[in-house]
């Protein structure tokens, strides 16, 4: 990176724009930034680190507290940075917080942190990035350093020059690390420690397996399962031959079972139709008197006939003494009501002289007709002056309301044109405004999405640890339990030894010859057994834990992942990072809202110009048309007082109910309706008088003829009666009772024909199967099924039982050779997988620091750079301390467990001894910071490394020099001209004045400092 342009304004103690050409050298690659104490030259170098990276050389002020206390309000303070970096050129500006001056009106604001970078290609410049954190982020990526770095290697400040001689290793790992970018080294560690964890883990993966497998089917080890599987198929063959025999056995026993219960039943048949026969034959003399029955009730069917005509004028006469009952209380209601008609009647007679009352008060109503029109006339002439008043007066109101309208709107248009000028002017900025609004916003979003995914990992991370303690707790309590048992188990075998121990008899522990304390036995000793069961029992907790530690630290790799996201976007979202979202949508959108607005407005500046003189000419119409308007609403006014003042004189002359034609025509209806009700209801009773009169001579009339009917209906009765008692007694019947209980429905005779029948056909049919049953059951002799059942169930039980061993011992063969198959492939994938480990497992141990120096393969190939870079620095720093002093990579560590290999170390050769370079003086440690800060730049740029070390700032340190040292130094930085790279040294030294005949001069006065370059 080398300067080109530099522009401050009120920044520092220069309080109006100070620019520096850094063209003005002419060549020199050598310069000295003079001026006295408190002059402003540090600011030089802080105002470039500002410009980069927002924050100054020394990292002691920010960019608020740089503002000139020299500088007005009106100036703003700004930097502005011109670079070329790998033959491209760049130009930045940064503009701090402050307060300023507001743009319009008066007071002040705040005006908010701003920073752009451009691209500059030729007479082109093109827009890179904006944003404080997106322009920083952006240089870090095009230099190659973080602040931090820039001023350890590049610009090396007041108080900070010795930084990086004297960094520890892990400082100067991260240092070398960016310049060197062995990212990639440190990945190959990385990738061969997950390789080599992977292995392990599938490994003990595959072992578990075979564990599980074998525990399935109870064994140890694979030997012990083969030797079972053998003795098992044994088995199986024995029991086979086994079942066999169970299955004929049980044949046997079933047919004996088949034949007895077919004889049995057949004799059970036997027994059941001589019983059937047996109740038949006794139902014999109850079926007589059924045939008696039956004849009985063919007689009674055939007087059936006549007695369903008796029957009939029975309820003929019945039907005509209800009817005859009825028509006398029809006659009875019929004289009521007809009392009640001619009542009614006589009372609406009596309404004559109120009917002629209303036709009177009609014909006065008619009367009126003719005033009510020209009261109604004039009425209406009122309403409408009123209305035409109304309409008047609201459009005075209205040419009112908008002249008023028209007033502040030409004040909003007189101030819209002028916006529209601003936003002519302010339209690139408000563009800049919306983009980085918008950035932000997906930024917000994003943060948002992380910091939501980062809660959820962080309950499961929780409760992964709480599950990580228990599981972690149960392993030390098992451990702490073995252990018991171990240590008397221990004491248990002791005892046995000495329990076999003789005099003079050397023991097979110690060897000694004499026995004085022998150990003695205890009451209870675990079994070898239960010493192992418990061994596996711990193992599998410690396995347990060691898994769960694995996913609680990948857990904690995912979480650390998240946060360090969320960190590096709150990092980037800086003050936006805890507001809300929509707030954040909210100020994009208004951003987007203000600069569409400032597109329009700019657009609208001629039609808005041309809007405000229309709208003036506009305003002076409707003050005109006022006038007139005022006019003739007092023209109006007298004529509507006029109409009212008629309008109640008429009034005095018609009633109060009737002053308009709808009211007269509602009275007249209203009276008219009143005489219809009147009419219709005489008209009404004289209807009904009629109809009730009607009525009572029909009832009369109905009664008379009930009473013939009557008479008529009981002689038919009394006649059909006397014909049924003679048949009665011609058939046989003495009484009507005995008919009576005789009689059946044709129904119940059928059914007793057809229960006849069958029973004759029953008895039939039994003899003929008693006859059969016993021919064929003469020789059959009855068994004892129970005995034999009993005797089938035992076989078929021992057949079941044979069956199941077979089939039990079967699958569990099977299962022993599935499982024996898995635990030989297990076997072979270990073999292979182990192999494997022996080669990964080392390769990332070494790679990893697992060796006598502590360097991981990153730290190996940085030692050897490191090594270069101090063979570089040496070669000046021999020159500058005239050969007493060379630098050296140590292999020492400051602490036993800290990583080495980049430990720095001088060798003084005038003691021959090699010794810290914290050791060396103020002096000395300038030399030795400025001659490995030059060897590191030679070794990147000779390691093209894509990190351009074109420039180096050197701020104080030389007057800790002799004269002597100070020559040394000057030789080494003007050598340095010859590989074009530019040397900046900021000093009061006088003798450095004399010596550079390039100057930057710095010189301060009561109004700030200014600042030129000076050629001699």
């Known amino acids: 990176m080398k300067p080109l342009k530099l522009c401050m304004c009120a920044f520092g103690p220069y309080a109006k724009e100070q620019y520096l050409d850094f063209n003005e050298l002419k060549g020199n690659s050598i310069f000295l930034i003079h001026g006295p104490t408190g002059s402003g030259k540090t600011t030089i170098l802080d105002a470039i680190c500002f410009a980069l990276y927002g924050d100054t050389s020394g990292n002691e002020r920010s960019g608020k507290n740089m503002r000139s206390h020299h500088a007005g309000i009106e100036d703003m303070t700004r930097v502005e940075f011109d670079f070329e970096l790998r033959n491209e050129k760049y130009r930045i500006e940064r503009i701090p917080e402050q307060e300023r001056l507001k743009k319009s009106g008066n007071g002040t604001t705040i005006q908010s942190a701003e920073a752009t970078l451009w691209k500059l290609d030729g007479q082109e410049i093109n827009l890179i990035a904006t944003g404080w954190k997106k322009v920083t982020d952006t240089v870090e990526k095009l230099i190659g350093f973080k602040s931090s770095q820039f001023r350890q290697v590049i610009m090396l400040p007041q108080g900070q020059f010795r930084k990086l001689l004297l960094a520890d290793s892990l400082e100067r790992q991260k240092i070398l690390e960016k310049l060197f970018r062995t990212e990639y080294y440190r990945k190959i560690e990385e990738i061969l420690k997950k390789s080599a964890k992977e292995l392990k883990d599938q490994i003990k993966e595959m072992e578990s397996q075979q564990k599980a497998y074998l525990n399935t089917v109870s064994c140890e080890t694979i030997k012990d399962l083969k030797?079972?599987?053998?003795?098992?198929?044994?088995?199986?063959?024995?029991?086979?031959?086994?079942?066999?025999?169970?299955?004929n056995t049980f044949k046997k026993i079933q047919e004996i079972f088949i034949k007895g219960k077919e004889g049995n039943k057949k004799l059970k048949e036997k027994e059941e139709a001589q019983n059937v026969l047996k109740k038949l034959q006794e139902q014999i003399p109850l079926m007589k008197q059924r045939e008696d029955e039956f004849k009985i009730a063919i007689k009674a069917a055939a007087l059936e006939e006549t007695e369903k005509s008796t029957r009939l004028r029975s309820i003929d006469k019945k039907n005509c003494e209800k009817s005859l009952e009825e028509a006398e209380k029809k006659l009875k209601k019929a004289v009521k009501q007809h009392s009640i008609k001619t009542a009614k009647l006589k009372e609406e007679a009596d309404k004559e002289e109120e009917r002629e009352k209303v036709k009177k008060y009609l014909l006065q109503l008619e009367s009126y007709y003719e005033k009510v029109i020209s009261l109604e006339v004039l009425s209406n002439k009122v309403k409408a002056l009123k209305k035409d008043l109304h309409k008047i007066e609201l459009e005075k109101e209205q040419c009112i309301e908008k002249i008023k309208t028209l007033e502040p709107n030409i004040e909003k248009q007189k101030l819209m044109v002028e916006e529209a000028k601003?936003?002519?002017?302010?339209?690139?900025?408000?563009?800049?405004?919306?983009?980085?609004?918008?950035?932000?916003?997906?930024?917000?979003?994003?943060?948002?999405?992380?910091?939501?995914?980062?809660?959820?990992?962080?309950?499961?991370?929780?409760?992964?640890?709480?599950?990580?303690?228990?599981?972690?707790?149960?392993?030390i309590k098992a451990k702490k339990e073995f252990f018991a048992l171990q240590e008397v188990w221990n004491k248990g075998q002791a005892a046995m030894l000495a329990k076999n121990l003789q005099e003079n008899m050397p023991c097979p522990v110690c060897g000694a010859m004499e026995h004085p304390n022998l150990a003695q036995m205890e009451e209870w000793m675990p079994t070898e057994e239960e010493m192992k069961e418990k061994q596996r029992y711990v193992e599998a907790l410690e396995n347990k834990k060691d898994k769960m530690q694995d996913g609680l630290n990948k857990k904690r790799l995912e979480k650390e992942k998240i946060e360090n996201m969320i960190k590096t976007l709150e990092e980037e979202l800086e003050e936006n990072a805890g507001q809300n979202v929509i707030m954040v949508q909210k100020r994009m959108e208004n951003a987007k809202k203000l600069w569409e607005e400032a597109i329009g407005k700019s657009k609208r500046f001629e039609t808005l110009d041309k809007a405000l003189e229309k709208m003036k000419t506009e305003e002076q119409i409707y003050k005109e048309r006022l006038e007139k308007i005022e006019e003739k609403?007092?023209?109006?006014?007298?004529?509507?007082?006029?109409?009212?003042?008629?309008?109640?004189?008429?009034?005095?002359?018609?009633?109060?109910?009737?002053?308009?034609?709808?009211?007269?025509?509602?009275?007249?209806?209203?009276?008219?309706?009143y005489l219809k009700r009147l009419n219709d209801s005489f008209e009404k009773a004289k209807k009904e008088y009629d109809e009730a009169e009607k009525e009572l001579v029909a009832s009369k009339t109905s009664k008379e003829n009930a009473e013939k009917a009557l008479k008529e209906a009981n002689e038919k009765y009394i006649y059909e009666k006397n014909i049924f008692i003679k048949k009665l007694k011609e058939v046989g019947f003495s009484k009507y009772t005995d008919y009576e209980s005789a009689k059946r429905d044709e129904a119940a005779r059928n059914a007793l024909e057809k229960e006849i029948k069958d029973f004759a056909g029953k008895l039939r049919s039994s003899e003929d199967h008693v006859k059969r049953i016993l021919e064929a059951t003469k020789d059959i002799v009855k068994v004892d099924l129970d005995k034999l059942q009993l005797e089938l169930n035992k076989a078929e039980t021992e057949k079941d039982e044979a069956l199941k061993m077979e089939n039990t011992l079967s699958k569990r063969i099977e299962d022993q050779k599935k499982v024996f198959k898995e635990l030989q492939k297990l076997n072979d994938a270990i073999e292979k997988k182990e192999k494997m480990y022996g080669i990964v497992g080392n390769l990332s141990e070494v790679s990893n620091g697992a060796n006598a120096y502590g360097l991981t393969f990153q730290r190996f190939v940085l030692s050897s750079l490191l090594d270069d870079i101090t063979i570089a620095a040496t070669e000046r720093l021999k020159l500058m301390s005239k050969g007493r002093y060379h630098l050296r990579r140590t292999l020492d560590r400051a602490?036993?467990?800290?990583?080495?290999?980049?430990?720095?170390?001088?060798?003084?050769?005038?003691?021959?001894?090699?010794?810290?370079?914290?050791?060396?003086?103020?002096?000395?440690?300038?030399?030795?910071?400025?001659?490995?800060?030059?060897?590191?730049?030679?070794?990147?740029?000779?390691?093209?490394?894509?990190?351009?070390?074109?420039?180096?700032?050197?701020?104080?340190?030389?007057?800790?020099?002799?004269?002597?040292?100070?020559?040394?130094?000057?030789?080494?930085?003007?050598?340095?001209?010859?590989?074009?790279?530019?040397?900046?040294?900021?000093?009061?030294?006088?003798?450095?004045?004399?010596?550079?005949?390039?100057?930057?001069e710095v010189l301060p006065t009561d109004k700030g400092s200014t600042a030129k370059f000076k050629i001699s």
Do not use: C, W
Request: hydrophobic content about 35%; aromatic content about 6%.
């Open 895 to 1000: 602490r036993k467990n800290a990583a080495g290999g980049l430990e720095l170390e001088v060798f003084d050769t005038y003691t021959g001894l090699e010794r810290h370079v914290s050791t060396l003086s103020g002096g000395e440690t300038f030399l030795a910071s400025l001659s490995l800060a030059l060897g590191l730049a030679d070794v990147v740029q000779s390691y093209s490394g894509g990190i351009s070390l074109d420039t180096i700032f050197v701020d104080e340190g030389f007057g800790s020099l002799d004269p002597e040292s100070l020559d040394f130094a000057m030789k080494t930085l003007i050598d340095l001209q010859k590989g074009g790279r530019l040397v900046g040294i900021i000093s009061h030294v006088p003798e450095l004045k004399e010596r550079i005949d390039a100057r930057l």
């Open 227 to 247: 030797d079972d599987i053998d003795l098992n198929e044994e088995k199986l063959k024995n029991i086979k031959d086994l079942l066999k025999n169970k299955i």
């Open 422 to 475: 601003e936003y002519m002017i302010k339209l690139s900025g408000l563009k800049a405004n919306y983009e980085m609004a918008e950035k932000i916003y997906k930024k917000r979003i994003k943060l948002k999405e992380l910091r939501e995914e980062f809660e959820g990992i962080r309950k499961t991370f929780d409760d992964k640890i709480k599950a990580f303690h228990a599981s972690e707790s149960n392993y």
């Open 633 to 673: 609403l007092q023209n109006k006014n007298i004529e509507y007082k006029q109409a009212q003042m008629n309008l109640k004189e008429q009034e005095r002359n018609v009633p109060e109910n009737i002053r308009s034609i709808d009211l007269l025509e509602k009275e007249q209806r209203r009276e008219k309706d």
